[in-house]
């Protein structure tokens, strides 16, 4: 079962770094670590594991921290990687060094949560426009949308 020794290779490799992994179902895996541990993990995962494409990556505010969920695919599995991050210090380490192709999702996650991904090779917004407000991100479940209501020409009431 690939799974299992995928799961192995994660432990040997990242020791006390590796806060959990599981496979709740065939092909499936997921590790977590701390937001301090995700080159780490990701050094682990390109070149212990062998997986060598980033899918996705996913933020969620959780109100008690940040979590950026890493997706990596390859013939065998989808493995997650769940880094927990501060809210009181939103920031974590790019992992562009192992996987390029993530430099898009970085830049996302740092307009819409304001999380600060060190060391991005280019950290210019990519979704939101450059007149954006400073510290306003859309997707902190504490955001609030200060924009002016729109009147649309003969809506009604």
């Not at 995928?6 to 709740?24: F, H, T, V, W, Y």
């Not at 993990?41 to 109100?63: F, L, M, N, P, Q």
């Not at 950026?68 to 065998?76: C, E, G, I, T, V």
């Amino acid at each position: 079962m690939d799974e299992e020794k995928i799961i192995e290779q994660m432990r040997n490799c990242l020791g006390a770094k590796l806060l959990d992994a599981s496979c709740p179902s065939q092909r499936r895996i997921f590790v977590k670590v701390n937001g301090a541990d995700v080159t780490a993990a990701a050094g682990c995962i390109r070149e212990t594991v062998g997986i060598t494409h980033v899918s996705t990556i996913s933020g969620v505010d959780t109100v008690e921290a940040f979590e950026l969920l890493y997706h990596f695919a390859d013939n065998r599995v989808c493995l997650t990687l769940r880094a927990i991050i501060s809210r009181s210090e939103p920031e974590i380490e790019t992992v562009t060094d192992f996987f390029p192709g993530a430099i898009l999702y970085e830049r996302e996650i740092q307009d819409m949560l304001g999380i600060r991904i060190k060391n991005i090779p280019d950290p210019r917004p990519l979704v939101l426009p450059d007149d954006w407000p400073a510290d306003n991100y859309p997707l902190r479940k504490d955001w609030v949308c200060t924009r002016p209501e729109e009147k649309i020409p003969g809506e009604k009431k």
